[in-house]
């Protein structure tokens, strides 16, 4: 079926990488005045990818796309500003995610003569 397609299964990672990356940078956002508090990355899409850690699933049903992103310790202090832009390339990332899997969703209309 139509997720099994490899387009729909990448889009869906897509997606589920700029949700984890958005929950990271909401909890640095979060604790930027914690005293010691070091700024959270995650390892970029393309690793995650290379690695198949967001391909994995918890049952053969699933949406192949359900994996989160590894994150690590920067070690340097939050900058909200950083954040900021980070927030704002993670909110595209995703929107980049859903163009493709409406685009794909066209595409399998318009093959069926659905369009």
């Known amino acids: 079926m139509i997720e099994n397609a490899a387009l ?4 869906g990672a897509m997606s589920a990488y700029a949700g984890s990356r958005q929950s990271v940078i909401a909890e640095n956002i979060a604790n930027a005045d914690r005293p010691g508090y070091h700024a959270k990355g995650v390892t970029p899409f393309e690793t ?3 690695r198949g850690l967001a391909l994995k699933t918890t049952g053969a ?4 796309a359900g994996g989160t992103a590894a ?3 920067t ?8 954040q900021m832009v980070e927030a704002v390339d993670a909110q595209r990332n995703h929107e980049k995610a859903l163009a493709i899997y409406r685009h794909g969703l066209t595409v399998l209309r318009t093959a069926l003569g659905r369009a």
């Open 75 to 82: 070690g340097a202090a939050v900058a909200l500003e950083q």
């Open 61 to 64: 049903g699933h949406l192949k």
């Open 48 to 50: 995650t990818m290379e």
């Open 71 to 73: 994150t690590f310790d």
């Open 8 to 11: 729909f299964r990448i889009a």
